[in-house]
């Protein structure tokens, strides 16, 4: 049975971590929203239908036969060793685990950049606050988080990964951590970059990966743009 991977069908979103690991690991899956209305259907009837057990809160979700799997980074730590991108030890699933929540929080202080005050608002709606928020998040989360990201790497004895001697999901979703502020933020973060050499080196090396290469290449990887996580506002980019 392949995987079910429930999500956006037009952004990559938090749905391209889960995205990244099923393609790199070669694994049999569909992508359930992008086959169109029926499959958003699907995805939404699984989160507001009465009968669902144990249902989502939002996606991504995951189903594998009978289990439906939410959270980004709880599908992640599902599927990881299932699909050769974690070690089955304890110490490190649950370090993988600490990383990618880690990823979850920068990821929504990122959306706040553009989202400062409410979801439901436009962007339009709260510039002068998101101007606000972006300014800080420049000055102060973003090298936050990539500095820890980058300590972790300098801190691994075994290697130039995340954790341990191999690439994890995590490896992947720093490459895509990279990809995504290189699109949101190209200049300030033109000018950060080199601070963070072992990220931009693992970047580099995950995207010279055979599978993720012809992913990346191919239609099923959806363009960055401005209904996803990473926006590409210029205003917010100082
Ligand atoms: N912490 C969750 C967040 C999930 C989430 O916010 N999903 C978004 C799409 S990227 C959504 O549809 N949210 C609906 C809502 O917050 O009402 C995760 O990492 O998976």
Redesign the pocket.
Known sequence: MPYELF??AK?Q???E?VRLALEDAGADYIDVARGGDAGTAAMFALINGEDVARPP?????LRDGDMLI??????LHYLGPRIGLAPDDDASRLFLLQVQLTV?DF??DI?DTHHPIA?SLYFEEQIEAAKLAAAKFIELRLPKYMGYFEKILARNPAGRYICGGGITYADLSMFQLVQGLRYAFPNAFAKVESNYPRLIALHDEVAQRPRLKAYLASERRIPFNEM??FRKYPVLDA
């Open positions: 999500y956006h952004i979103g938090r749905g971590f809160f939002a996606p991504p979700f939410a959270q980004t980074a709880n599908i979850t990821i929504k959306h979801n996803g996580i």
